[in-house]
T-cell receptor, first 115, second 114 residues
Framework: DAGVIQSPRHEVTEMGQEVTLRCKPI?????LFWYRQTMMRGLELLIY????????DSGMPEDRFSAKMPNASFSTLKIQPSEPRDSAVYFC?????????????FGSGTRLTVV | DQQVKQNSPSLSVQEGRISILNCDYT??????FLWYKKYPAEGPTFLIS?????DKNEDGRFTVFLNKSAKHLSLHIVPSQPGDSAVYFC?????????????FGDGTTLTVKP
């Protein structure tokens, strides 16, 4: 397995533009997580899915952020419109549901810069 | 309110010596605790975990200790190697409706000097 695959690795966009981040989880994993890492707030959970269903989106900063998981092998995180304060590294991770002792498998992240 | 805290932003040790990374938590509902290692430009990698019914878990050079009464856990690396230089994140998760959802600390940057 190639692990969790995120694309793009880097994204530079202008304020106001729509940004879509993509994630392919590990086959067989039924939980998927979107995290954001910033210097100020560290690693914060944005949203997570179990069996393609959003379970907790309380970490989504505001309505400009949305996430979908149309099937078990694909998820997107969309920001519309983007703002400079959205600049961060966005990580996708997957795991077997409720496997608390086995941890997540993270992707390499998408570094987003909004100018 | 930060529920998982790593109070030391950085730690430097000599190769061959012990590295001890510390983590404190405030939520008594956490049942599982994990450590991740992160290299630059990569995602965190799961390292070792422990459930709240244990006080120690060992995997090779890595040992995690849990003190529930103090709400404190630590990661010991013995002996430390230069390749261990990375950012280490402590994470905690609960059970029931919060099963599988992890809260992370801010990380500690470990530097192992040759």
């Amino acid at each position: 397995d190639a692990g969790v695959i995120q694309s793009p690795r880097h994204e530079v966009t202008e304020m106001g533009q729509e940004v879509t981040l993509r994630c392919k989880p590990i086959s067989g994993h039924n939980s998927l997580f979107w995290y954001r890492q910033t210097m100020m707030r560290g690693l914060e959970l944005l949203i997570y899915f179990n069996n393609n269903v959003p379970i907790d989106d309380s970490g989504m900063p505001e309505d400009r952020f949305s996430a979908k998981m149309p099937n078990a092998s694909f998820s997107t995180l969309k920001i519309q419109p983007s703002e400079p304060r959205d600049s961060a590294v966005y990580f996708c991770a997957s795991s077997l549901a409720r496997s608390n002792l086995y941890g997540y498998t993270f992707g390499s992240g998408t570094r987003l810069t909004v100018v | 309110d930060q529920q998982v805290k790593q109070n030391s932003p950085s730690l430097s040790v000599q190769e061959g010596r012990i590295s001890i990374l510390n983590c404190d938590y405030t939520n008594s509902m956490f049942d599982y605790f994990l450590w991740y290692k992160k290299y630059p430009a990569e995602g965190p990698t799961f390292l070792i975990s422990i459930s709240s019914i244990k006080d120690k878990n060992e995997d090779g050079r890595f040992t995690v200790f849990l003190n529930k009464s103090a709400k404190h856990l630590s990661l010991h690396i013995v002996p430390s190697q230069p390749g261990d230089s990375a950012v280490y994140f402590c994470a905690a998760s609960g059970s029931g409706t919060n099963a599988g959802k992890s809260t992370f600390g801010d990380g500690t940057t470990l530097t192992v000097k040759p």
